[in-house]
């Protein structure tokens, strides 16, 4: 089965930086499309950002638009989450997911990394 494994969380002062990667194999980068979820203490999960197969493409949720940027090196495999400017909402368990973005189909789930951000 598709496994995904998360890391690059912490904790971080407002304002700060984090880069969270998600490893995964050849075969799940090449037939699925990748996101980054998170989900915050007491909220639903919620959309983050997401990139295309090929990376040309990417989308983002508009509370992170200009701070974060998602990115795939296809040869380790591995997805990233470049996120800058942070912000105390922006605390929250991040997740790794694979699945057709355009269906808003995510099949596969790592286990998260936690980010915490400090006023």
């Known amino acids: 089965q598709v496994q995904l494994v998360e890391s690059g969380g912490g904790l971080v002062q407002a304002g700060g930086s984090l880069r969270l990667s998600c490893a995964a194999s050849?075969?799940?980068?090449?037939?699925?499309?990748m996101g980054w979820f998170r989900q915050a203490p007491g909220k639903e999960r919620e959309f983050v950002a997401a990139?295309?197969?090929?990376?040309?493409?990417?989308n983002y949720a508009d509370s992170v638009k200009g701070r974060f940027t998602i990115s795939v090196d296809s040869a380790k495999p591995t997805v990233y989450l470049q996120m800058n400017s942070l912000k105390p909402e922006d605390t929250a368990v991040y997740y790794c997911?694979?699945?057709?973005?355009?269906?808003?189909?995510?099949?596969?789930w790592g286990q998260g990394t936690q980010v915490t951000v400090s006023s």
């Open positions: 050849r075969r799940t980068f090449s037939s699925y499309s």
């Open positions: 997911a694979a699945g057709y973005a355009l269906l808003n189909d995510y099949r596969y």
């Open positions: 990139i295309s197969r090929s990376g040309d493409n990417s």
